[in-house]
């Protein structure tokens, strides 16, 4: 089930921060492949050098284009919702995970947003639970939507400021 509400959908910039997120792993395994194919030439096989360079060139081509389409496909498949039983999280396109984290199992709600997230106006909202897995997190909301998530799962949850 993908809920419909554009209320509870991520912020669209979250597209643009998740692809550029897979397109520096892209760069990075570009690094790699430059990398093992200059090892290749050191070590006096260009016929090695030729090989690492023209399979690790084609895997990098072909992470460009998948770098797009999971951005967008992650955006589409995640949605949110506070209801009354707790948290609704639904995500994935590929693995697809449903999870409803209970008011009453929240013990702390909290946001972070790292330099990436900061530099597309974005934060995650993170809740933690005593169960085994932890909790959940919602990436990617504009920071007024942030704190009123916060404060609406604290309220839900009996949390008070300052304990």
Request: charged share 15%; proline share 5%.
């Amino acid at each position: 089930m993908i809920l419909r509400d554009p209320a509870e959908a991520l912020d669209p910039r979250v597209q643009r921060l998740w692809l550029v997120q897979n397109l520096l792993v892209a760069a990075f395994v570009a690094l790699l492949v430059g990398a093992g194919a200059a090892i290749a030439v050191v070590a006096g096989s260009t016929t090695a050098a030729w090989l690492v360079g023209a399979v690790g060139g084609a895997v990098v081509l072909a992470l460009v284009p998948l770098a797009v389409l999971a951005a967008r496909l992650d955006y589409r498949h995640f949605r949110y919702e506070v209801m009354g039983l707790g948290l609704y999280v639904a995500s994935g396109w590929l693995w697809r995970s449903h999870q409803v984290v209970p008011h009453a199992r929240v013990q702390t709600v909290d946001t972070t947003a790292g330099p990436l997230l900061r530099a597309f106006g974005l934060v995650s909202v993170h809740v933690r639970t005593a169960s085994a897995h932890g909790g959940t997190s919602i990436p990617g909301l504009p920071p007024d939507v942030a704190d009123r998530l916060v404060e609406e799962l604290a309220r839900r949850a009996g949390i008070e400021e300052g304990t």
